[in-house]
């Protein structure tokens, strides 16, 4: 059994960056009627058990891992670009994540 699509958004603590890309994927996938979709934070110390997970893109709100081994995108303009930019990365995340999922 495949497991479910994931959206990982990560940064330094765990509360403050990576809750609001969260947040705003959140709000696109629900916008899109989506809820098949798991979006979740964390801090960059606790995303270990994830690693080679497939069906996993990653939001990277510290310095992108790219040995990580998961598609990345880096999440600032979740924290500083327009609304407009904000809906575009979340679309661009979720079509990797469609992209790359199996079933």
């Not at 940064?11 to 990576?18: E, K, L, Y």
């Not at 934070?41 to 990580?68: C, F, L």
Request: include cysteine.
């Amino acid at each position: 059994m495949a497991e479910g699509k994931l959206i990982l958004c990560v940064c330094g603590a765990g509360i403050n960056t990576s809750l609001n890309a969260k947040n705003k994927i959140s709000e696109y996938l629900a916008s899109k009627g989506r809820s098949d979709v798991q979006v979740i934070h964390a801090m960059i110390g606790d995303i270990g058990p994830y690693k080679g997970r497939s069906n996993m893109v990653i939001v990277w709100m510290t310095q992108m891992d790219e040995s990580y081994g998961a598609p990345g995108f880096k999440g600032l303009p979740f924290m500083i670009g327009s609304k407009k930019a904000k809906e575009e990365l979340a679309g661009k995340i979720v079509e990797k994540l469609d992209e790359i999922s199996v079933s």
